[in-house]
DNA sequence: TGCTCATGTTTACAACTGTAAGCAATAACG
DNA sequence: CGTTATTGCTTACAGTTGTAAACATGAGCA
């Protein structure tokens, strides 16, 4: 094999990595549609966040090399694809965001919020459809 | 005045500042009371966190230069409160936080939240009461 | 087969963060 | 008044993150 295409990855696929702000915008295009190669993935951004070739490139190797992204050598370069599922993802932020800011509960946040981004009743409504919806656990 | 007491403010109190991960720790024992003294805050992070007084006052240093503390002399020290409100800085990390992860909308996160975090029966019916006491924006 | 282009790799670098030691000055105590 | 203990300030340092240039190498075309 040659010399090149070595990107080192995570050896076992850790359902939980850590991505970055910036590693996100990656991630999700990647969620919405995969595999792609870095030139795609790189030219969407350059127009959408500016950012240069390189910078793309990299963030796509740190994802890799943290298990984020599977890669599938493809003639000289890769195809590029979650290796991590959204809704995972999400569930840390998610988890962390609530332990820090409402000490884990969902409660607070919805006070929080409805007192401060002013919900409209039609907000109201579809939040009090959803929680109809919801089967509980116990 | 002394040389030593200068701790440098911000001009202006910005009424928005990041505060990190650490810092949080900080300014949620002052929100809980102030003013407090180094000493007072260090001790209770020194038990909660293990983390060492200098620790502490560098953090207070870079909240006071930040603008989200203020401090007064007494002595030969400092009385540090609060100079930015809680739920401000709740409502800029709630922002942020709905708009990376579910595209800025309450809905999704309350779906979310529900599917991973099974919800109990108590909880939807908490939940359910919160939205009927909302007096809806529009 | 030689050259060019695309693509991954290496290296870089500044800002921010967590964590803290060491120093200086002042207050407090004897 | 001298010694000690407090307390803030300066400096430090490694890890992370955003951002990218430079480089090497293999692929594809001429």
Redesign the pocket.
Known sequence: M???????TAPPAPEAV?I????WDIMELLWEKSPR???EIATLLEEG???????V?????RL?AKGALATEPQ????LYTPAVVRSACVEDETRSFLDRMFGGALQPLVAHVAEHHSLTKKDIAELKALLDQIKPNS
Chains 1, 2 share one sequence.
């Not at 040659?2 to 080192?8: E, G, I, L």
């Not at 966040?49 to 910078?55: E, F, P, S, V």
């Not at 490139?57 to 190797?61: F, G």
């Open positions: 040659s010399k090149k295409h070595v990107q080192k850590a970055t702000e910036a590693e190669t870095s030139q966040r500016g950012w240069k070739r390189a910078t490139v990299t963030l796509l190797a890799t003639g000289n370069r890769f």
